[in-house]
């Protein structure tokens, strides 16, 4: 059983900045990969952006050079450094592992960011 968990979400005025993390726990011997998606009211959800476990990164069009994923891999966690905030990235964001081998997918319970003034 792996669980993830997700913070740092709330409400932020344009042009603003917010980190969001995700911690994971439970039976895990490797992670493979580590992403954010993101799911607006009537839209489906989407890749924010994602990172391996060699350090490779993909990003969304729309938040290329404003986002940032990073992660440690020591303590399970993943972060997405978020600036430069704009109102159409209003969202319930997810964390989303790959585990053990890719045997194990996992979601985190969804943290919302909105972005209003």
């Known amino acids: 059983q792996v669980q993830l968990v997700e913070s740092g979400g709330g409400l932020v005025q344009p042009g603003g900045s917010l980190r969001l993390s995700c911690v994971a726990s439970?039976?895990?011997?490797?992670?493979?990969?580590m992403g954010w998606y993101r799911q607006a009211p009537g839209k489906q959800r989407e890749l924010v952006a994602a990172?391996?476990?060699?350090?490779?990164?993909n990003y969304a069009d729309s938040v290329k050079g404003r986002f940032t994923i990073s992660s440690d891999i020591g303590k399970n966690t993943v972060y997405l450094q978020m600036n430069s905030l704009k109102p159409e990235d209003t969202a319930v964001y997810y964390c989303?592992?790959?585990?053990?081998?890719?045997?194990?997918?996992?979601w985190g319970q969804g943290t919302q960011v909105t972005v209003s003034s």
């Open positions: 439970g039976s895990i011997f490797s992670i493979n990969t």
């Open positions: 989303h592992m790959q585990i053990n081998s890719y045997l194990i997918t996992a």
């Open positions: 990172v391996t476990s060699g350090d490779s990164t």
